[in-house]
């Protein structure tokens, strides 16, 4: 398209005796488009909608804001003014001096990650999530609907 609308579409203005932006426009909509698009559309290859449904976990996982920080001798993370405190784990006696990663996600939560395990969740206001909440049906994968699926 660089080429056609770069080098094309301003002789083709200029064939037409057009020089100020409101005619541009008009003769672009009215001339230029429909005979642009007659002569190099192609119908789609599928009717179907190439468009998938997106996971609201991955996107949140997406659109999240991470940030690293040290874990201080209490156990403790300093974030937004507020001092999480993480719990117990089964990973690790404690967390003391390590290097941690805090996603803050669209919604207001926040969760802790040390690797790539998560092991804290947090409400906006920094209460925790108990880890029992977290816990759910597991969701299946999505995937595209097949001839087959239909």
């Known amino acids: ?8 579409l301003p002789k083709e ?3 037409a005796g057009i020089a ?4 541009a426009n008009r003769f672009i909509a009215q001339a230029y488009l429909p005979a642009h698009n007659a002569r190099f ?11 998938v449904a997106a996971d609201p976990q991955q996107l949140a996982q997406i659109l999240c804001v991470e940030e690293e920080r040290v874990v201080a001798r209490d156990n403790t993370v300093a974030f937004a003014r507020m001092r999480l405190q993480l719990p117990h784990s089964p990973i ?3 967390f ?8 803050h996600y669209p919604d ?10 998560r092991i804290a969740r947090y409400m906006p206001d920094g209460a925790t999530i108990p880890e029992t909440a977290l816990l759910g ?11 087959a699926d239909k």
């Open 1 to 8: 398209m660089f080429s056609t609308l770069q080098d094309r």
């Open 13 to 15: 203005l200029a064939l």
């Open 20 to 23: 100020d932006i409101q005619a």
């Open 41 to 51: 559309a192609r119908p789609a290859a599928l009717e179907d909608s190439a468009f």
């Open 92 to 94: 690790r006696h404690h």
């Open 96 to 103: 003391v001096k390590a290097t941690v990663r805090i996603r």
């Open 108 to 117: 207001g939560t926040l969760a802790i990650f040390h690797g790539p395990r």
């Open 137 to 147: 049906k597991p969701r299946e994968p999505l995937r595209r609907k097949t001839e």
